[in-house]
């Protein structure tokens, strides 16, 4: 840890906060002040809160949980790209995110020897250019929109002058925990790519969905994204009909299609937000009567070696 993070914690709990928990110690409270004031105050069970509120849970290590659930190390082409998909390669493009998703399947992953931010990136960008089956590059992370507009547009340059790559995709939590990031300076970088991008969201509770963040999707749109938006089935933060029904449809209202419902991850630390797959299966057919197809989001699950992300 950082000898400026390490102040900047303990000014944060220094601030007429408890002490930090034990399960925050591996990886941190991070949590964005908007998206703080969208909880319900008081209500220890609210759905935005457990998922950024280190739980004493998360020391728990049951059988079959790991660091590594996903086997992203076996993906690696370069330090920092992931390929485990026909055509579709991702970029970990930074380590860092905007909030600390408690559930995050990356929460283990060995940033500071595969992250590629900066001058790293070489090494990345080259096996792209090399790779001629490569026709989409997804940055992803941590959070890419952590980076600076300056850093995003060195990077958009670098793979644009790559002929083989015909789509770029952006994985992002910023639109939806700090809206502010959709400023004028992104939008002009959006807007001048050689692409129109697609841009998956996160988000996995309508709560988290206000004005502010649909003006931020209202802004990407026009700068020609097709919005799309991925969450996790959470144990108390979604799993339940009304939770996912008002989430697609919050969604819908900020111009976003819902496009996976992930199960979660077997990511060490976060067993307390398994859903069964039974129970998943069952909430999602009964979802499927409640709304329009274009708002029912994929079911899926990953397995390390899949040739894609698979059906539940
Ligand atoms: C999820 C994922 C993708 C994207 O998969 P889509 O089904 O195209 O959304 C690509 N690469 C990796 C390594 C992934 O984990
Ligand atoms: S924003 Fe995404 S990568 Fe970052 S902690 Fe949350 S789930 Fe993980």
């Given at each position: 840890m950082q000898a400026a993070d390490r102040a900047g914690k303990k000014a944060a709990y220094d601030n007429g906060c408890p002490p930090e928990p034990?399960?925050?110690?591996?990886f941190r409270l991070r949590v964005p002040r908007g998206f703080v004031r969208r909880m319900r105050h008081g209500?220890?069970?609210d759905p935005l809160l457990r998922q950024v509120l280190p739980l004493a849970d998360e020391l728990q290590s049951p059988?079959?949980?790991?660091?590594?659930p996903l086997g992203e190390a076996a993906a690696?082409?370069?330090?920092?790209l992931l390929q485990k998909y026909r055509g579709r390669a991702l970029l970990i493009?930074?380590?860092?995110?905007g909030v600390h998703c408690?559930?995050?399947?990356?929460?283990?992953?060995?940033y500071a020897d595969g992250a590629t931010e900066g001058p790293r990136w070489q090494a990345a960008i080259d096996a792209i250019a090399t790779?001629?089956?490569?026709e989409e590059v997804i940055l992803s992370g941590g959070d890419p929109?952590?980076?600076?507009d300056a850093r995003l547009r060195q990077l958009g340059d670098q793979l644009a002058?790559?002929?083989?790559?015909?789509r770029l995709r952006l994985h992002t939590r910023q639109p939806v925990?700090?809206?502010?990031?959709?400023d004028q300076g992104l939008i002009d970088w959006l807007t001048s790519l050689r692409w129109r991008p697609i841009i998956v969201l996160h988000a996995n509770?309508?709560?988290?969905?206000?004005d502010t963040v649909i003006a931020a999707c209202r802004r990407l749109h026009a700068a020609g994204a097709t919005l799309l938006n991925q969450s996790v089935l959470l144990a108390g933060v979604n799993d339940s009909i009304e939770a996912l029904r008002a989430l697609s449809l919050a969604l819908w209202s900020a111009g976003v299609l819902p496009y996976y419902l992930h199960l979660?991850?077997?990511?060490?630390?976060?067993?307390?937000f398994e859903v069964a797959p039974e129970r998943a299966r069952q909430l999602h057919a009964q979802l499927m009567g409640e709304l329009p197809g274009y708002l029912l989001p994929r079911l899926v699950h990953e397995l390390p070696g899949a040739a894609s992300k698979l059906p539940v």
């Open positions: 034990p399960a925050a110690q591996g209500d220890p069970s059988a079959g949980f790991s660091g590594d690696r082409l370069a330090p920092g493009s930074t380590g860092a995110c408690r559930y995050c399947f990356r929460r283990e992953y060995p790779d001629t089956s490569i929109l952590s980076l600076s002058a790559i002929p083989h790559v015909q925990v700090l809206p502010e990031r959709v509770h309508a709560h988290e969905i206000d979660l991850d077997r990511v060490r630390g976060a067993s307390h």
